[in-house]
Each structure stands twice: as C-alpha cells, then as structure tokens.
C-alpha cells in the first residue's frame, strides 16, 4: 500500500506541479534538446507511475513486497484464478488501471491515426493545387524572376540591386539563391533547387497571396508547401533560412516528438499542465529546428523571415509544421498577451527607422532589427514568434553543465518508478 501512495503522489508531482514550473523555466530555450528530453522523461515517467501506482494498489494484500506480489499474482492468472487473494476494493484498482491503459494508449492510436489521416489527405490536395518547382529553361525562366523579384536597395545592405543580386541583412551576399548579376542577366542560383535536390525534399508551390511556409511530415512523402505570397515577401537570403528551416523539422522527425504530447493534452483536456506542456513542447522544437537552419544559413536571415511572417499568423493545416509554429495554440497555453497590435507593433514602430527597414520591408521586417532588451521581448514571456527572433539575434550562452544536468534529471526520473517499486 505504501509502495502504491509512493507511485502515486510521484505521478501526481509529474502531472501538476512539474510541467508548469517546466513550461516557464527561462534556462529551456538556452538548451532545446536537452529540455525536449526532459520533458518527455516526465511524461513517460508520469504515464508509467500511475499504471504502477494501481497495480501496486491492486496486489498489495497478495505480499507486503510488491516486486513479489506482482509475480504471486501473475502465477494465478496463469494458473487460471487471477482473483485470488484479491479483495472488492483491489478489483476496484484493477478496473482503474485497465481503465487509464486503454484512456492512455487508446488516445494515443486515435490521435496518431487522425494525423497520419489528415497529413496523407493534405499531401495529395497539395500535389494537384500545387505545382513542382522543376528546372529553369526558356519556359520556366520568365517565372524563376517572379520567385525572386528585384527589389529597391535601401542603401544599408538590406535591399537587391536592380541586377538582381540580393544583398543578406548582415552584409554578406546571399550566396544560395541569390543572382549573381552585375545589372544584367547572369547565372543564377536557386535555393528551391538547392535545397530540392541537397535535402531531397518534395517542394510544392502554391498560387496563394498570403505568405506561408510549412511542411508535411512523413517517412517517404514530405511535403514542403511555400506560397507565391512568401516567394515575393522574402529575399533569396531569408527564403533559404525559411527552407533549411523546414528541412530540419523533416529530417529530425520533430512531428514525433510533439506527437505523444498532443495525446496527452486530449487524454486529460481539463488538466492546464497538458496544455501547457504540448506549447511549451512545440516552441522548443520550432526552436531546435531554427538552431539547424541558422547553423545552415543566417541567423539574422531567418529573424528576418521570422519577423516578416510571424506577424501574420497564417494558419497552417493540422498535422503539419509551420515556420512559426503554431501561435494560436502556443500563446493562450504559455499566458502569453497577443502582440497584434501590441508587443510586436509597438516594437516595429520603434524600430521603423532603424537602418534595416527598408521601403519594402513593412513593420515586420523592422521588429526582426530590434535588439534583445527590448522591454517586452523577454524569453518566455512575450509572443513566441519574438521570443525566438530575440533568441536568433542575441544566442544565448550554453554552459556545459546546463543540458548535462537536464540530461541527469531525464535519468533519474525515469529511473524513479522501477526503484520505488523495487524498495517499496
């Protein structure tokens, strides 16, 4: 019986109080990895105690010693008499247990399966809305200048020149995908191609005005969806972070990781820490795939595109993951306050005259050039968007014994259930 209370209030302290300390600890955005690991040690860990806590419950008049009530108690079902020893109120525990493993895993396979559904659904309405982005030949030429178009420099190495060489925001050329031209027509270089054949990822096109970039997950059928509207929104620059952003979220599978997260949230949808977890969750993977595009490209490229779409929150379909993720599931759960027309208007209009907004660049490009002090962009507390354009502009620093300590503590939770029940 103490074994079971032990299991029990342990399954508690991971459901309640854990997950909201978790989801507004600052030091998770400074090590992403390390925090997904953890929080999903708490789930499996909180998950596994409670289907413990009510089998200890459910053998304990069989032994005082659960590890040898539970084998007492398989040999009876063996035998074929698995009640007995058993008392009403230990049957009432079995029930309990059966119960939360079906509720459990249950939610899971249907939750799993209504996306893999949803995503197999969406691949194929985007392969007939959508067209291919193949080779640029006399036919395709003319529309390769429409993904690009030049725009007006503003005199601060933000702009593209009329030649159509475009210039990154840090004062670098934007080699992948920019034109290398002097005024005229030169060889050009395609980051749609680049990253189509280097990631063999599937590109798709949509004739859609609003900017929006997403990607499909799937073992042999990803899908990366951008818009006309991001086409013309983005520089080469930002449209390759915007990219290698996307391919990371393929190649690391961080579908699967929000995955058991989102089956938690709809097994208990009256428990606040679930909600929070799967936000909490899900912004750290957005981030751990902007870590991947900006050791790929550009950090201040992909604040940029950040900053240009973050503002407005175009919805992607369900099943899929978008380069700002998913804000209006994100900032109810994190308490965030909505920063339209808020945090990130007040910030772009008092950064519009800053060197780095253009005459094309709009508000948002102007918040991606705000520094990290900036009152109301502190981590965790703001709209997520600008909590990782802060992080990508300013890279928090990473001492060695903060992702080796969140790696131990996923350890010793994990390591917790087994032992109470072998001491107990």
Known sequence: MTTAALLALFAGVLAWPVPRLLATARWAHRCPRAAIVLWQAIGLAGGVSALLAAIAFTVSPLSTDTPTAITDHLGNIAAGSPLTGLRWINLVGLAMATTLACRLFGVLCASTAA??????????????????????????SADHTHLHPPATGDGAGNGASPGGDATAGDGATAGDGATAGDGA??????????????????????????????????????????????????DAAELDAVLAHEAAHIAGRHDLVIQPFVAWERTFPFLRPARE???????????LADDAAARETSRRSLARALARLGVARAPVPAGALSITGHPAAVLPALGAEDPLPGTAARTAGRFGAGPGAGPGAGPAAAAAAAPPDVPGLRLGT???????????????????????GAYLAAVAVLAAPPLIVLIG
């Open 277 to 287: 977890a799967t936000a909490a969750v899900s912004l750290l993977v957005e981030m």
């Open 382 to 404: 703001a709209n997520p968007v600008i909590s990782r354009i802060s992080r990508l502009l300013d890279p928090p620093g990473v001492p060695w014994w903060l992702p080796a």
């Open 185 to 234: 027509s030169g060889a050009t270089t395609c980051c749609l191609c680049e990253h189509r054949d280097r990631a063999r990822i599937l590109l798709r096109i949509l004739d859609h005005p609003i900017a929006v970039a997403y990607c499909v997950p799937g073992v042999r059928h990803a899908r990366v969806v951008v818009s006309m509207g991001l086409l013309n929104t983005l």
């Open 115 to 140: 996306t893999l559904r949803e995503r197999h659904r969406h691949r194929h309405l985007v392969d007939l809305a959508g067209r291919r982005h193949r080779g640029h030949g006399a036919r395709e």
